[in-house]
């Protein structure tokens, strides 16, 4: 059973950064892609960035163009999201999900088989 699981959320100031991590564990196929999602209240969940070992591509959503970076180890089956400049608006319950089928990056989630249970991130004074 693959299963995604999050970790580094926490509460921020703004400005601030932090560091979220994604490991998988379980039987993993290639080719594969890992994505963020993010969902904050009251509001539809939203692709976030993506990584694929496909064709190594990646996904950037605009909303976090410049703050935001993906990368992955793969001795470790562990993706990063590094956040930057964190804004209020990136508060949010951050997701992680991971896609074997296409394997290539999308930004919506029904592209994805796996899910995470998801790590909050708030940016609050």
């Known amino acids: 059973q693959v299963r995604p699981v999050e970790s580094g959320g926490g509460l921020v100031q703004p400005g601030g950064s932090l560091r979220l991590s994604c490991t998988i564990s379980g039987f993993i196929r290639t080719p594969y892609a890992i994505g963020w999602f993010r969902q904050a209240p009251g509001k539809e969940r939203e692709g976030v960035s993506c990584i694929s070992n496909k064709d190594g591509g990646t996904y950037i959503a605009d909303s976090v163009k410049g703050r935001f970076t993906i990368s992955r180890d793969y001795a470790k089956n562990t993706v990063y999201l590094q956040m930057n400049n964190l804004k209020p608006e990136d508060t949010a319950v951050y997701f992680c999900?991971?896609?074997?089928?296409?394997?290539?990056?999308?930004?919506?989630?029904?592209?994805?088989?796996?899910w995470g249970q998801g790590t909050q991130v708030t940016v609050s004074s």
């Open positions: 999900t991971a896609d074997f089928a296409r394997g290539t990056c999308s930004d919506h989630q029904t592209d994805f088989e796996y």
